[in-house]
């Protein structure tokens, strides 16, 4: 699967961005899609992810912040993100896993497949 991460952006804190990750063929729905962001000088870290039957999984820090979705027919997920942080700023990529236990949603290691990244700028 190819995937391509789109909507990246600049806003001021307690603003909302929405990520789209648009994939290729038809097998989309059997893959656990992930989101991850790397900030300058930090290792990527998980940021979300959503598996087969649609559960999502969030980093303690987004939660209640952030919402993953996906939307098997059109091949695409989605992450909202509302009340935006300075510490929010990062290229965010989605990626693709279709074997993949629920313990290692969090591990950028254990997908496949990546997409190009996005900018998310968040200012004070």
């Known amino acids: 699967v190819q995937l391509q991460a789109s909507g990246g952006g600049s806003v001021q804190a307690g603003g909302s961005l929405r990520l789209f990750c648009a994939a290729s063929g038809h097998t989309f729905r059997s893959y656990v899609i992930g989101w991850f962001r790397q900030a300058p000088g930090k290792e990527r870290e998980f940021v979300a992810a959503?598996?087969?039957?649609?559960?999502?999984y969030y980093k303690d820090s987004v939660k209640g912040r952030f919402t993953v979705s996906r939307d098997n027919a059109k091949f695409m997920a989605a992450l909202q993100m509302n009340s935006l942080k300075p510490d929010d700023t990062a290229v965010y990529y989605c990626?693709?896993?279709?074997?993949?236990?629920?313990?290692?949603?969090?591990?950028?290691?254990?997908?496949?497949?990546w997409g190009q990244g996005t900018q998310v700028t968040v200012s004070s």
């Open positions: 990626a693709a896993s279709q074997s993949i236990i629920v313990s290692a949603y969090s591990n950028p290691v254990q997908y496949a497949y």
């Open positions: 959503i598996n087969r039957g649609a559960s999502e």
